[in-house]
């Protein structure tokens, strides 16, 4: 008789591993949350098979589990993601890239808006001109170790009060809280905050009145972000599953703790499936609907992760009248592919076209929203640029005045 090691994803994205010598009967107790399922499972709407292996007999199906269970997260998810296609795969690429990948790479990604003082002195003013407080308490999502933001605004900075959170993934990414250099003016603390998770719900005096990122949300790798496709009136989704040389290969470096390195990163091969998707299924669907009526063809790389940031945000952290800020680089060819953090084949990176679409979803969510390209937001501060930069763009949330529409 043969026995099953499995692994189900819950709707809160938990995974759970179990064991039996009858696959089919006990994924259906957990499904209907019979007496007979799990506990822990009945505590979730729902939950979903996403992996599962065979042995010859119950002590092979129980060592196997036992080992599963001591795994990371992200090591069960790269497991997971090397047998089965699946939207959230390319995800698990970009947290495998971020928990293993050396340190010195991770931070030779893309800081011109950290470094570019045209670009953190015309911040700086918005900030200041928009909130109408003394203090300014700040968040900045995936901070990294660079300080050239910050000291741009002590040099410009004449009488607010500055508490600045730094998050990130790890702590390997950020700077040394002893090392940052608090001033009267300037308050520097540091945390981990995942953008893979929801933000920590905030006291009401603890809120924070702005959200900040740079180079956060310019490609397709966080869970809601999605590859869609219309013709025809039908639509379609990007599925995607990692592999070597062999997808063998792969789940066997996993499976025996093999080393996560940079060269692994090299050797990743990204591979897509469409699949038929009904729109009703996402969760801001049929705004999306709305926003391509009108259009037969259709491409987008969906940003729904910086709408669920937005949301997360404001939900958690945000005071009222606080504001989500983010500045990204944006393509505006027609979909062009790049190189993905010099480590995969190609990794689909965001239009400033679809920008426009989360405008319009945020809009439609209660929210007022500004978009410009880079230039035009420095410029609107007063501020002479020697170049003209229309590849990077600046997006700023902010309550309206009314009470929050919910989307239903």
Not at 19 to 40: C, F, G, V
Not at 67 to 79: G, N, W, Y
Not at 102 to 131: G, S, V
Request: hydrophobic share 35%.
């Amino acid at each position: 008789m043969p026995y099953f090691v499995y692994i189900l994803r819950t709707s809160s994205n938990t995974l759970y591993i179990g064991q039996t010598n009858n696959l089919e009967k006990r994924i259906n107790e957990h499904k209907n949350k019979s007496l007979r399922s799990a506990k822990y499972i009945r505590y979730f709407s729902s939950s979903e098979l996403v992996y599962h292996e065979k042995y010859p007999t119950r002590s092979e199906a129980m060592r196997r589990e036992s080992q599963l269970k001591k795994l990371s997260k992200v090591k069960k998810e790269a497991i997971i993601a090397g047998s089965t296609y699946s939207p959230y795969n390319i995800n698990v690429f970009n947290e495998l890239f971020y928990k293993f990948a050396k340190i010195d790479f991770i931070n030779e990604l893309p800081n011109l808006f950290t470094k570019l003082d045209l670009f953190n002195t015309a911040l700086h003013k918005k900030i200041t001109t928009e909130l109408k407080t003394n203090v300014i308490k700040v968040t900045e999502l995936a901070s990294g170790k660079k300080m050239d933001r910050w000291k741009t605004f002590m040099k410009i900075n004449k009488k607010h009060k500055w508490k600045v959170l730094l998050t990130d993934f790890s702590k390997n990414l950020l700077p040394n809280p002893k090392t940052i250099g608090s001033t009267d003016s300037f308050t520097f603390t540091t945390a981990i905050y995942s953008l893979f998770n929801t933000f920590p719900k905030l006291k009401p005096s603890g809120m924070q009145d702005v959200m900040l990122s740079t180079y956060t949300f310019d490609n397709l790798w966080l869970a809601d972000d999605l590859h869609l496709t219309k013709s025809n009136n039908v639509w379609y989704k990007n599925s995607y599953r990692l592999g070597l040389s062999k997808t063998e290969k792969y789940i066997t470096n996993i499976k025996r703790g093999g080393k996560i390195n940079q060269q692994f990163f090299k050797d990743l091969k990204i591979k897509t499936k469409t699949i038929k998707i009904n729109l009703s299924s996402l969760e801001y669907g049929k705004h999306i609907d709305e926003y391509y009526k009108n259009a037969h063809i259709v491409s987008v790389n969906y940003p729904g992760g910086l709408i669920a940031t937005v949301v997360n945000s404001f939900n958690n952290q945000l005071k009222k009248k606080g504001i989500f800020i983010t500045a990204d680089i944006a393509t505006t060819g027609n979909g062009k592919k790049t190189k993905g953090f010099k480590s995969v084949n190609e990794t689909i990176k965001i239009k400033i076209e679809n920008y426009a679409l989360a405008k319009y979803i945020l809009e439609k969510l209660g929210y007022n929203v500004e978009l410009k390209n880079l230039h035009d937001f420095i410029k609107e501060a007063g501020i002479v640029t020697p170049v003209e930069i229309h590849d990077h763009f600046v997006l700023i949330v902010k309550l309206k005045d009314q009470k929050l529409d919910k989307c239903i």
